[in-house]
Structure formats: C-alpha cells, structure tokens
C-alpha cells in the first residue's frame, strides 16, 4: 500500500493562510489524495479529496504536484476552530479503503 | 438529516471476553466502514459493508467480525479481546460504495482491562 508523510506538527497564526503538505512518492495512478480532519474528542472529518486537478471547496483547497508523488492543503484563513489534526490520505481506486498516516496536528496562534 | 450515532460511548472490557459496537449510517448511505484508531495515532481500516456484504478488509484477525443490516446499519463484533484492543473505534457511512467523502460518528472508546 502506498504511504503518505506529514510533518509532527505545525504552527500558524490566526486569520493567516496555511500551507499543509504530504508527499506520498509511492503513489500509484489509480490512488486518490483525500484530507480529513479531526477536532479534539470527535471523529474525523471530511475536507477535500483530487486525483490530478487542483481542487477548491468551501473549506480549502488542494494542490497536487505535476507529478503527483506531493500535495499540499491549504487553508486560506485559519481559524482557531481550524486547529485539528489533519490526515492525508490514500484511496485505493480499486476498492475504496483508505489508508491513514499519522496526521500533522495544526495549532493555530491568536 | 441524522448523522452517523455510534452505542456505546464508552465501554470496558476484560481479557477474553466478546463485545459488539453499534453503528446507525446516515440516512440514504448504503456503505459502512469500520475503523480502528489507537490513542495518538491515525485510524487503521478494518472493514467495509456495502449492501449487506463484506467489501473490503484491512489486516486484522477473523477475531473481528461484522454485520450490516437491510437497513444499513452495522455491527462490529470483537471475540477474545486482547488488551491492544483497546482503542476508539470508529464508524463512517457514505453513498454509493464509499468512493468519496465518509460521514464518521463519534465513536467507541472500548477499554479492555
């Protein structure tokens, strides 16, 4: 199964855009970037997912490398409510099953 | 429009014996995945139901077993739980054979002691 890595962790100050990046350099042509989040005490959340294209939703964006083997998520005005552990993810396009990493826990300064 | 519900919250267990969590997928999803997350790490793909059948496995033991119901919801069923059991087990419905976003509940904290 291809792998995704993240930084530990990340600082960033409120109403500041966020860069959050993976590199997933085993990625094969078949396999979807997704991002989810998770808020302390809750499950994960859903925050955009590509397999080429750049990407926009209400939430961030997703800028995928020409080459596909990094991405990075932006947040383009962090909130404290943004301040979660952010995973990126693989999805097998063949069976659906995603396959996590550690995360990188994003605080955000006020 | 009711999200995913996860029964119970907080369960404790000791060495040995069996535990069943419940899983209520939001209304119109038809494809339940069941998810192990160990304290401090990301969660770990156990199985998933499509339409009543088993879609799809992770790497864990035939010790943990499910069930999904004509109306979706689901079971996760753990024989002989072992003390790295413990952990929060989560539950995520979606539309259509889960290809894109996953609706997560709350999950399970089980403890085996």
């Known amino acids: 199964d291809a792998k995704t890595t993240q930084p530990n962790s990340m600082e960033s100050n409120e109403e500041e855009p966020v860069h959050l990046p993976c590199n997933h350099s085993?990625?094969?042509?078949?396999?979807?970037i997704h991002w989810y989040r998770q808020l302390p005490s809750q499950g994960p959340e859903y925050v955009i997912h590509?397999?080429?294209?750049?990407v926009n939703n209400r939430m961030a964006s997703l800028a995928i490398a020409e080459d596909r083997k990094s991405s990075t998520l932006i947040l383009h005005r962090a909130t404290l409510r943004d301040a979660a552990v952010y995973y990126c993810?693989?999805?097998?396009?063949?069976?659906?099953?995603?396959?996590w990493g550690a995360g990188t826990k994003l605080i955000i300064k006020p | 429009e009711t999200g995913v519900t996860q029964s119970p919250t907080h369960l404790i267990k000791t060495r040995g014996q069996q535990v069943t969590l419940r899983c209520s997928s939001q209304?119109?999803?038809?494809?339940v995945s069941w998810y192990q997350q160990a304290l401090g790490q990301g969660p770990q793909f156990i199985f998933q139901?499509?339409?009543?059948?088993?879609?799809g496995r992770g790497n864990f033991p035939p010790r943990f077993s499910g069930l999904q119901f004509p109306n979706y919801s689901s079971e996760l069923n753990v024989n002989a739980l072992e003390l790295d059991d413990s952990a929060l087990y989560l539950c995520?419905?979606?539309?259509?054979?889960?290809?894109?976003?996953?609706?997560f509940g709350p999950g399970t904290r089980l403890t085996v002691l």
């Open positions: 995520a419905s979606s539309p259509y054979g889960g290809s894109d976003e996953q609706f």
């Open positions: 209304s119109g999803h038809n494809t």
């Open positions: 139901y499509y339409r009543e059948e088993e879609n």
């Open positions: 085993t990625i094969s042509g078949t396999d979807y």
């Open positions: 590509g397999l080429t294209s750049n």
């Open positions: 993810i693989l999805r097998d396009g063949s069976n659906y099953q995603l396959i």
